[in-house]
Nanobody
Framework: QVQLVESGGGLVQTGGSLRLSCAASGRTVISYALGWFRQAPGKGREFVAAISGRDSSTYYSDSVKGRFTISKDNVQNRVYLQMNSLKPEDTAVYYC?????????????????WGQGTQVTVSS
């Protein structure tokens, strides 16, 4: 089993930055694909970014491409999401997820483990 715990959320003004962190425990996730999803009030869970467990290649949704960066630290067993140029529409609960396979996936049902989420609020 893998446990995931997110941190780093908060309130920021439009144009600001935040860095989310997700700590994995229980087992190493070095070979797992890792992803970030978000869910805004009244909306479904949306894919944000993912990083491969094979070659650390990355993939982003069109809505965050060029503004967000996903990275991981295999020694610390952590995954990060650097969010720059934040917009009010980025306001959501952000979830870290791990997939028991190295290949990137963009659908939430393809992930096996989830964190509890961290709130990001961008004020206009």
């Amino acid at each position: 089993q893998v446990q995931l715990v997110e941190s780093g959320g908060g309130l920021v003004q439009t144009g600001g930055s935040l860095r989310l962190s997700c700590a994995a425990s229980g087992r190493t996730v070095i070979s797992y694909a890792l992803g970030w999803f978000r869910q805004a009030p009244g909306k479904g869970r949306e894919f944000v970014a993912a990083i491969s467990g094979r070659d650390s290649s990355t993939y982003y949704s069109d809505s965050v491409k060029g503004r967000f960066t996903i990275s991981k630290d295999n020694v610390q067993n952590r995954v990060y999401l650097q969010m720059n140029s934040l917009k009010p529409e980025d306001t959501a609960v952000y979830y870290c997820a791990a997939r028991s396979a190295p290949w990137i996936a963009t659908m939430d049902r393809q992930y096996d483990y989830w964190g509890q989420g961290t709130q990001v609020t961008v004020s206009s």
